[in-house]
T-cell receptor, first 113, second 116 residues
Framework: DQQVKQNSPSLSVQEGRISILNCDYT??????FLWYKKYPAEGPTFLIS?????DKNEDGRFTVFLNKSAKHLSLHIVPSQPGDSAVYFC????????????FGKGTHLIIQP | DTAVSQTPKYLVTQMGNDKSIKCEQN?????MYWYKQDSKKFLKIMFS???????INETVPNRFSPKSPDKAHLNLHINSLELGDSAVYFC???????????????FGPGTRLTVL
């Protein structure tokens, strides 16, 4: 049973435009959400996170939005750059995170010049 | 300066063998983890561990066992390897332990295990 879902396996965006990656979750106990970026043959790299008490968190070109009622979050990257091409994983946690993170399957973002 | 490191990066072995993967973190974190990324690319938690508590994902076979010689290391031992154990294994670490949230985790580069 997938508790964190990323329904788009891949997304292609032109350089300079906005990239929007989506994530849905089913477990209402999740209260902390994270995005990780992963290049081939490397480990996931932490990008940005958001607590369930907020609906938006911004860090430079990256903004995460959380809609708790819809159990949906999204990652906006603007402007998109070639180095942003990677697989992006959405992750969620509950219970303070001691049980580990629950990951989505990832979205492969391709930035086209 | 590598924050979370794993060795080896690649491991090819025969079915039935016993193998270990090592993990070290120099971030001063209290909690360490092992994740498995299978052929379908799902990253799934196997264990989380700090100096007080080991939390095991119930789906992990008991052939897998974490061993922590100290706070900076969490090694993964696998006995009687099976074909289905072929995957990429990631180590991670985070702050907090049992006194606080451990959500933001930092990952190692992964170990690709191939069982023949």
């Amino acid at each position: 049973d997938q508790q964190v879902k990323q329904n788009s396996p891949s997304l292609s965006v032109q350089e300079g435009r906005i990239s929007i990656l989506n994530c849905d979750y089913t477990n209402s106990m999740f209260d902390y959400f994270l995005w990780y970026k992963k290049y081939p043959a490397e480990g996931p790299t932490f990008l940005i996170s958001i607590s369930s008490i907020k609906d938006k968190n911004e860090d430079g070109r990256f903004t995460v939005f959380l809609n708790k009622s819809a159990k949906h979050l999204s990652l906006h990257i603007v402007p998109s750059q070639p180095g942003d091409s990677a697989v992006y994983f959405c992750a969620a946690s509950a219970t303070g995170g001691a049980d580990g993170l629950t990951f989505g399957k990832g979205t492969h973002l391709i930035i086209q010049p | 300066d590598t924050a979370v490191s794993q060795t080896p990066k690649y491991l090819v072995t025969q079915m039935g063998n016993d193998k270990s993967i090592k993990c070290e973190q120099n971030l001063g974190h209290d909690t360490m983890y092992w994740y498995k990324q299978d052929s379908k690319k799902f990253l799934k938690i196997m264990f989380s561990y700090n100096n007080k508590e080991l939390i095991i994902n119930e789906t992990v076979p008991n052939r897998f066992s974490p061993k922590s010689p100290d706070k900076a290391h969490l090694n993964l031992h696998i006995n009687s390897l099976e074909l289905g154990d072929s995957a990429v294994y990631f180590c991670a670490s985070s702050h907090g332990g049992t006194s606080g949230r451990t959500d933001t985790q930092y990952f190692g580069p992964g170990t690709r295990l191939t069982v023949l």
